[in-house]
């Protein structure tokens, strides 16, 4: 019930297209929705963020929409570049036991194509 | 403001050592949080410390252990390495210890080979 699904595995566009990666989760006390980027031989780069009250959120080039019902997310990289090519991880985190930690997807490796 | 650094940035160890590694966390924030990170997957919770006291822990061994120190800086132990203990170790750092929304933000990492 702690786990969260991400897809695809790898996807590949061409400059300008506008990849969208998928998450899904199971438990609803699920309460803040980071995704990350993350470049080879880096840690992760925490790039957007949303809360569940919240359907869509965009910052720059990068949009996360957000179906609560559905217990799913989705992040969505306008005007993609080939300097977006990395891994990108989602995650959520919640409160339990007096921690609060973040559970991640296992990641979506993107290539975009100049 | 520097970001949260962490040491060494690679380590090589034989199978049966022990290992400190090191983390600093951004000045202000007061939890730190470990994870593990193996090859082509998600970063796994190991542990959180917030104003020095363990918070959370996830599902790894005994073998590791990690503390907080006065300035907020942390280690992470790991003792009787095995093969599988080979990963990229983060450590994130955030403001508060256990709150809604708490934004975390990752070291560079150090990457762990057990020989």
């Known amino acids: 019930q702690q786990q969260v699904k991400q897809s695809p595995q790898s996807l590949i566009v061409q400059k300008g297209g506008i990849p969208i990666i998928n998450c899904a989760y199971e438990n609803t006390a699920f309460d803040y929705f980071p995704w990350y980027q993350q470049f080879p031989g880096k840690g992760p780069a925490l790039l957007i963020a949303i809360r569940p009250d919240v359907s869509e959120k965009k910052e720059g080039r990068f949009t996360i929409s957000f179906n609560k019902s559905a217990k799913q997310f989705s992040l969505h990289i306008m005007d993609s570049q080939p300097g977006d090519s990395a891994t990108y991880f989602c995650a959520a985190s919640m409160a339990a036991s007096g921690t609060y930690k973040y559970i991640f997807g296992t990641g979506t490796r993107l290539k975009v194509l100049a | 403001d520097a970001g949260v650094t962490q040491s060494p940035t690679h380590l090589i160890k034989t199978r049966g050592q022990q290992v400190t590694l090191r983390c600093s966390p951004i000045?202000?924030?007061?939890?730190v949080s470990w994870y593990q990170q193996v090859l082509g997957q998600g970063p796994q919770f190991i542990f959180q410390y917030y104003e020095k006291e363990e918070r959370g822990r996830g599902n790894f061994p005994d073998r590791f252990s990690a503390r907080q120190f006065p300035n907020y800086s942390s280690e992470l132990n790991v003792n009787a390495l095995l093969l599988g203990d080979s990963a990229l170790y983060l450590c994130?750092?955030?403001?508060?210890?256990?709150?809604?929304?708490?934004?975390?933000?990752f070291g560079q990492g150090t990457r762990l080979t057990v020989v």
């Open positions: 000045s202000g924030h007061k939890s």
């Open positions: 994130a750092s955030s403001r508060a210890g256990h709150s809604r929304g708490t934004e975390a933000f």
